[in-house]
């Protein structure tokens, strides 16, 4: 039976959340195609992440090799072209990440395979490949269709499908032995740069604290920063604030920032621009807080509450610290 193939992303000892996103669209994709579901897994001493991938796909092929123990394009590409041509699956799902931007285009270009980046949305009608995608910075959906082929590749964008997890497939695991007989050189593994002490990664927050233009002025953010802290979590923005240089733009959330799916995401004075939302959409619990009460924001919002931020901030820390005080 054809397969569908999802690439496993791991880095540091665990898998990436995209992995499971991509299984989930996965699962749903082979309903339309009759397919079976397939993990390829890539690394070193990684086999207990295959026994998370059993519950996803039918098959987990694990592919262990001491050269494979960090991302490098040039191995990947040999060794998935390698189980591409043999199983020949109708489409190779991988992750539009770092990894993903470096690995796919050489691998759809060596296979002559159509390839599409960046996607939100895919479906088949039957065995022709649509993908919906984002232009002109979100403003528009488009819809293309890839031309006929035998197998398709497609990059699938973070934080687009939820992870679900469904009944557990119990899939089996197969190990395949790795092709790599030498070094890659061309291209090299060095070390991860991680965000310097007192550095903040948003994309890893469990909980974030969004402001915009509400915020009116660089000096109203100390006020909502000791928010943050009181929460235990970090401050993100919108983009407007990265422009007046209020805060760097590794805190900017967006369609040209960072897509984060923390558990609750507090958006103060935001009023909700679609290349914001874009970036913040699937986090588990949104609460806004904006004056009008016609700001999109609301539109996405769990909760909502049409105030001044300056009203709510104060009086929100105040009573979550006399909660953590009793």
Not at 72 to 97: C, F, Q, R, W
Not at 217 to 246: F, H, M, Q, Y
Request: net charge positive; hydrophobic share 40%; glycine share 8%.
């Amino acid at each position: 039976m054809t397969e569908i193939f999802v690439l496993a992303e791991h880095r540091q000892g665990q898998i990436r959340d995209i992995t499971f996103e991509m299984l989930s669209k996965g699962r749903e994709l082979t309903g339309q195609t009759n397919t079976e579901l397939t993990a390829v897994l890539l690394g070193k001493d990684v086999k207990t992440h295959a026994n998370s991938l059993q519950d996803y796909a039918k098959t987990v092929l694990l592919v262990e090799d001491p050269k494979l123990e960090n991302f490098n394009a040039d191995a990947y590409h040999k060794v998935l072209s390698s189980l591409v041509k043999e199983h020949k699956p109708l489409l190779t799902l991988i992750g539009h990440t770092s990894f993903g931007v470096d690995l796919a285009p050489s691998l759809a270009v060596s296979m002559n395979t159509p390839l599409a980046t960046d996607c939100i949305d895919l479906e088949f009608k039957g065995e022709t490949l649509t993908v919906t995608r984002q232009m002109y910075g979100g403003k528009v959906n488009v819809k293309a269709t890839l031309r006929k082929a035998e197998g398709y590749i497609a990059t699938v964008r973070q934080a687009t499908f939820p992870p679900e997890k469904k009944a557990p497939v119990n899939g089996k695991i197969v190990e395949v032995p790795s092709i790599l007989s030498e070094e890659v050189t061309k291209k090299r593994f060095i070390k991860y740069v991680l965000p310097p002490p007192g550095g903040v990664d948003i994309s890893a927050a469990e909980v974030l604290i969004g402001i915009g233009r509400g915020i009116k002025d660089g000096s109203n953010i100390p006020p909502v920063e000791g928010l943050a802290k009181t929460l235990g979590g970090a401050l993100a923005c919108s983009r407007p604030i990265v422009d007046k240089g209020w805060l760097p733009n590794d805190r900017q959330v967006g369609s040209s920032g960072k897509t984060v799916k923390p558990k609750l995401y507090l958006a103060l004075g935001i009023s909700g621009a679609f290349q914001h939302v874009l970036g913040m959409k699937t986090s588990d619990l949104i609460i806004a807080v904006n004056k009008d009460p016609k700001a999109p924001i609301f539109g996405v919002a769990d909760y909502g509450i049409v105030e001044d931020l300056f009203k709510i901030v104060p009086a929100l820390e105040s009573k979550i610290r006399e909660l953590k005080g009793k």
